[in-house]
C-alpha cells in the first residue's frame, strides 16, 4: 500500500523542494534547552527516546530536489502534529506558542532564530499526505517499537470506542431543506434544464413558507410527502445529465439525496440495517450505541489493537459509528497480521466481538479464541435457553439430537440457510402438561431450538472463559482502556474533521501519537522495555 501511495504521489506536479538534513547540536540544544527543560519534561523524554528522523526518506517523494519554491522541514511538521494532539491546540494555537515555548522549539530542534511554518501549512500538508500518509507515519514508529523487540506478538487486544462527529444532528425535513437547497443552486446554470430548475426552485420556496408542520402530526407527514416527492424529482433531474458532465457540487448533491431518499424508504421497517443519512455536512457520520441504555450519538467507531505485554498499538480501523463491533474483528486482525509481520497466540475481546464467523476465522488462523461469550439468550430472564439442552452432533459436525431439560427427545433437525443454523421441532405433545414449560416455549405448539452451525465453538469458547486461563486474560483486556483513556484526555472524544476519509487519517495519527508516547514510557522505564512511565508534562 506503501508502495502504491508513493507511486501516486510521484505523478502528481509537486512544486516543492526540500534536501533532507539531520539535526545538528545547536548553541540552543547546549544552553538553552540544558537551563531551562527540565530532565524529566515530558518532551525532553520524547526527543530523547523516539526518532523521527525516518520522516524525511518516507516522504521525499513528496518532494523535487531542485525545482520549486523550498518547502517546510516534514519533520518538523509531523512534530508539530504530534504536539497539536498532546496538547489540544488548532494549527495557529501550536505555531504561535511554538514561538515562546523552550520545550516546544527544544522537541522541535529548533534554534530560537528559525522560523516556524504559516499555519495554513499544516493543512496543506495534512491534505498531501492523506490517510496513506499517516498510515506510513504510523508504520514508521511502529517499527521502532519492533526493532527494539517492545512488541511480544502474543496477545492481542481489541476494543473500540465511539467518536462524536463534530455535527448537529437535524430533524429530516430540516435536513431534506438544506439538501434540495444545494442540489437545485447547482443545478441552476446546467444546459438544457433552465425551466426544470424554476419549476424546482418554485416547489422548493413554496415548500419552505408552508407552516402546516405546525398544526399536528397528521399535517407534518402530509409535508414530508410532499418535501420526499420533490427530492426525487429533483434527484431524476440531476440524473438526466451524463455523469461525465455532472459537477463536482452535482455529484455530491444526487449523493446526498439519494441517502435521504433511502433513510425515508427504512422509516417504519424492522429487521433491517439502517444505515441513515443525518447530516450533509458530514455524510459519513452515523448513530451509535457502544452501551444498553447509554444515549446513541453520532460519529465514528475507532477499533484499537493492542499488544497486551507492551501496549503498543499494532493497528486502528476508524469506521461509521453503526457498524458492529463483530464485523470489524477480521479486519483488525489482518491488519495487525500485516504491520507486525507476525499472527498472535491470542485474541482477547469483549462480548461485542463475539459471533460464530468471528470464532470459526480465529481457529482457521490457529489463534487461541478468548473473546468473551455473552450470557445465552433468556438465561437473565430464568428461560431456557440453548445451553440447557443437551445437543448430540455426528461425526461431521452436523446436530442429530437434542434432549430438553424435562427428558424429552428432538430429532432430525432443519437446515435454515438463511440464519445459518439447524431447527429442532419437539412435538405439541411433549410439551403439554410439562411442568417446566413456563421457563421454555409459550408457543401453542411445541418448542423450538435452534442451534447456529458453530454452536460448538461457542460452548468450547465459553468453557475456556470460565477456566483460569480465560479469566486471566479477560482481566488483561482491561490495559486497553489505558490507550483509550490517554486519546480521550488529550480530546479524542471529538473528532477533528468531518469525513470518513479525514477521521480514518485522524485514526493512524492517534495510534501515531499513542505509540510515541507508550514508547518513550518503556524505554525511560528500562532498557529492556519493563515498566516505567513518562511524565504528562
Request: charged letters at 25%.
Amino acid at each position: 500500500m506503501l508502495q502504491l501511495w508513493l507511486h501516486a504521489l510521484n505523478r502528481e506536479v509537486i512544486c516543492l523542494q526540500h534536501k533532507s538534513q539531520p539535526h545538528a547540536p545547536s548553541l540552543y540544544d547546549d544552553v538553552v534547552g540544558a537551563s531551562y527543560i527540565p530532565q524529566n519534561h515530558l518532551l525532553r523524554c520524547l526527543r530523547d527516546q523516539v526518532d523521527f528522523s525516518f520522516v524525511h526518506d518516507l516522504l521525499a517523494p513528496l518532494y523535487h530536489e531542485d525545482n520549486g519554491r523550498p518547502a517546510y522541514n516534514p519533520e518538523v511538521m509531523v512534530r508539530l502534529i504530534f504536539l497539536q494532539l498532546q496538547y489540544k491546540l488548532s494549527d495557529r494555537g501550536v505555531v504561535d506558542r511554538a514561538q515562546t515555548d523552550h520545550a516546544f522549539r527544544y522537541f522541535l530542534g529548533l534554534d530560537w532564530s528559525d522560523e516556524l511554518p504559516h499555519p495554513t501549512s499544516l493543512t496543506k500538508f495534512r491534505e498531501r499526505l492523506g490517510e496513506a500518509g499517516f498510515k506510513a507515519l504510523f508504520h514508521g514508529i511502529l517499527k521502532q517499537a519492533l526493532e527494539r523487540k517492545l512488541v511480544s506478538k502474543k496477545r492481542l487486544l481489541i476494543d473500540s470506542y465511539n467518536v462524536q462527529a463534530d455535527i448537529a444532528v437535524p430533524g429530516f425535513r430540516p435536513l431534506l431543506d438544506r439538501i434540495l437547497g444545494r442540489a437545485i443552486t447547482a443545478l441552476e446554470g446546467a444546459a438544457g434544464l433552465a425551466e426544470e430548475c424554476e419549476y424546482l426552485r418554485a416547489e422548493y420556496e413554496g415548500l419552505r413558507e408552508d407552516k402546516s408542520y405546525q398544526l399536528g402530526a397528521e399535517f407534518r407527514k402530509l409535508l414530508l410527502g410532499e418535501w420526499l416527492s420533490l427530492a426525487e424529482l429533483t434527484a431524476q433531474t440531476l440524473e438526466e445529465i451524463a455523469p461525465a458532465q455532472r459537477t463536482r457540487e452535482q455529484r455530491e448533491a444526487l449523493e446526498l439525496l439519494n441517502d435521504a431518499l433511502q433513510r425515508a424508504a427504512h422509516h417504519g421497517h424492522k429487521n433491517i440495517k439502517k444505515d441513515d443519512l443525518l447530516s450533509d455536512v458530514d455524510p459519513d457520520a452515523r448513530w451509535g450505541r457502544k452501551k444498553r441504555g447509554k444515549q446513541a450519538q453520532a460519529g465514528y467507531s475507532e477499533q484499537l489493537a493492542v499488544d497486551a505485554d507492551s501496549g503498543i498499538v499494532t493497528h486502528v480501523e476508524v469506521l461509521a459509528g453503526n457498524t458492529d463491533d463483530s464485523e470489524a474483528l477480521q479486519t483488525v486482525v489482518a491488519g495487525h497480521v500485516a504491520n507486525v509481520g507476525d499472527t498472535p497466540d491470542e485474541v482477547v475481546t469483549d462480548s461485542k466481538y463475539s459471533s460464530g464467523d468471528n470464532r470459526a476465522y480465529l481457529t482457521s488462523e490457529e489463534i487461541t479464541d478468548h473473546l468473551a461469550v455473552p450470557p445465552p439468550k433468556g438465561s437473565k430472564q430464568g428461560k431456557f435457553s440453548t445451553t440447557d439442552f443437551a445437543v448430540e452432533f455426528d461425526e461431521t459436525g452436523k446436530p442429530v439430537a437434542a434432549v430438553c431439560p424435562a427428558g424429552q427427545l428432538a430429532e432430525a433437525p432443519r437446515w435454515k440457510k438463511e440464519n445459518h443454523n439447524w431447527v429442532f421441532q419437539f412435538r405439541k405433545a411433549q410439551c403439554e402438561g410439562c411442568p417446566l414449560r413456563d421457563r421454555c416455549s409459550k408457543q401453542k405448539r411445541g418448542r423450538q431450538l435452534s442451534v447456529d452451525q458453530h454452536y460448538e465453538l461457542t460452548e468450547q469458547a465459553r468453557a475456556r472463559q470460565a477456566s483460569e486461563e480465560g479469566q486471566a486474560a479477560q482481566i488483561a483486556r482491561l490495559g486497553i482502556e489505558r490507550q483509550f483513556s490517554l486519546q480521550q484526555r488529550q480530546g479524542g472524544r471529538r473528532t477533528r474533521y468531518r469525513g470518513l476519509a479525514k477521521n480514518r487519517m485522524l485514526g493512524w495519527a492517534w495510534g501515531l501519537y499513542l505509540n510515541v508516547r507508550r514508547i518513550a514510557t518503556l524505554l525511560e522505564a528500562s532498557p529492556n522495555g519493563l515498566g516505567g512511565t513518562v511524565p504528562e508534562s
